[in-house]
């Protein structure tokens, strides 16, 4: 049988891939009532093969390899619960979600979750990487029409801590509750509860939704800890470079000085640049990924309580701006170092004409004195070869009048001098000319 001929042009090799991109990493279909477990850990020095080696740990996953991570995603389905692996740029998180154990102690108020987690004991302790979020989520189905029981149930065992509750969906599907607070665990506490017939694509998403919050959240943090790093180098620099250009303005100061001190400055302001650039992007791309989530999830609020996206825009916007702040006046201070090179440059070539000009007024001086000695030279030149000449001329009389000519040897020399003068002045000026005409 002949092949069917293709319809279209060869595909690009990355067609494929972009395009299953959207369906690389689903959520979970979860069935109330569910217990899930989220961590997310900084997977700086951890390869693939440390992540794989864990979850070879599960049950059943022995024959697990590297090339089944190469999409940086798998869900594998386990013996009561569900686990999925997603490997990011920057971190790697673990999802668990299993049905809520009976007597979790989800009506105490301090329950203790951790305790009822389906992954084998220490499995979740042996995690490659550094913990920077742990949430566990309660997802139940109960009314929430009014919201007050519903925030009752959840202050029993989420503390005396504030809470801040919203009511999600265009059409109050769900009421989502937390308090933001890290227990002596290490895990926050979320509850999410939705109506009866909640389908599990929707609960899901909701829970997808708020891991992804919480994670950018933090992610978008790393940055604060750099920018009180950064202050006091940022204070000592622009103090250095308020007293070079005001050192600029003195003529006494010492170029090669303040190029040093300069030099020194712009490498310790480019190095934090270079070291930090990236941080700062990053928290930018991820405080937008912030406020995406939050708009996603369509908050109403609830009478008296703070909603989520509240509680975020008040908490992470002074953060957010501090180290927009912080990054623009590094950039101000790296164009400022720029000006102030131009600047100290500028005063280096005007002395450097200076010095120019000064030599070339000596060097001007000196071919007019040179000048003058040649002209000295040449008039005794002009004399002594007039002598030399005329000498010549009297020895040549001498023989002349002992040959017996009639000749007086003394009166023809001193006769001849004022023509040989002539004859030498000319005989030179005609060399210059001719040495003058070829330049």
């Not at 279209?8 to 299953?20: I, M, V, Y």
């Not at 154990?101 to 995690?127: F, K, V």
């Not at 929707?202 to 933090?218: C, N, Q, S, V």
């Not at 004195?369 to 030279?377: A, I, N, W």
Request: aromatic share 6%; net charge neutral; glycine share 6%.
């Amino acid at each position: 049988m002949e092949p069917t001929p293709s319809l279209l042009p060869a595909s690009d090799p990355q067609r494929e891939l972009l395009h299953n991109e959207v369906h690389a990493r689903p959520p979970a279909r979860i069935h109330l009532p569910a217990l899930l477990t989220y961590v997310a850990v900084f997977n700086e020095g951890v390869d693939r093969e440390q992540e794989c080696a864990l979850l070879r740990r599960l049950p059943g996953q022995a024959a697990l390899t590297v090339d089944d991570l190469h999409g940086n995603f798998l869900r594998l389905r386990l013996p009561g619960y569900t686990l999925k692996w997603e490997r990011h740029t920057e971190f790697t998180r673990y999802s668990i979600v299993q049905p809520l154990p009976e007597g979790c102690g989800l009506g105490t108020r301090e329950p203790d979750l951790p305790t009822h987690i389906a992954t084998p004991p220490g499995w979740l302790a042996a995690i490659p990487g550094r913990t920077f979020a742990a949430i566990q989520l309660v997802m139940l189905e109960d009314t929430i029409s009014p919201p007050v029981p519903a925030l009752a149930l959840a202050r029993t065992w989420l503390g005396e801590h504030t809470v801040v509750a919203s009511l999600m969906g265009n059409n109050a599907h769900s009421l989502a509750v937390t308090d933001f607070w890290l227990r002596p665990c290490g895990f926050e506490r979320m509850l999410v509860i939705g109506p009866p017939g909640t389908s599990e694509t929707r609960a899901g998403r909701i829970a997808a939704r708020l891991f992804e919050l919480e994670t950018y959240r933090l992610m978008a943090l790393r940055a604060l800890p750099v920018v009180k790093e950064l202050a006091p180098l940022l204070a000592r620099s622009e103090r250095q470079l308020a007293d070079i250009t005001a050192q600029l303005e003195n003529k006494g100061a010492s170029d090669q000085a303040l190029l040093d001190t300069l030099v020194s400055l712009a490498g310790g302001v480019e190095r934090a640049t270079a070291e930090n650039v990236y941080r700062f992007a990053a928290t930018r791309a991820y405080d937008t990924l912030v406020s995406q989530r939050t708009a996603e999830l369509r908050e109403q609020p609830i009478p008296g309580t703070q909603t989520l996206g509240e509680f975020m825009q008040r908490r992470l916007s002074p953060a957010m701006a501090t180290v927009a702040a912080t990054a623009q006046r590094l950039a101000s201070l790296s164009e400022r170092i720029t000006r102030t090179s131009a600047l100290l440059r500028t005063r280096v070539d005007i002395a450097t004409e200076e010095q120019n000009q000064q030599l070339l007024a000596k060097l001007t001086k000196g071919q007019e004195m040179q000048l003058r000695l040649q002209s000295t030279v040449e008039g005794l030149s002009i004399a002594a070869i007039s002598y030399y000449v005329i000498s010549l001329l009297l020895y040549l009389g001498k023989a002349g009048k002992a040959a017996g000519l009639p000749i007086n040897p003394e009166m023809a020399a001193g006769a001849l001098i004022p023509l040989v003068l002539w004859a030498v002045w000319r005989t030179t000026k005609r060399i210059h000319e001719k040495l003058h005409a070829e330049h």
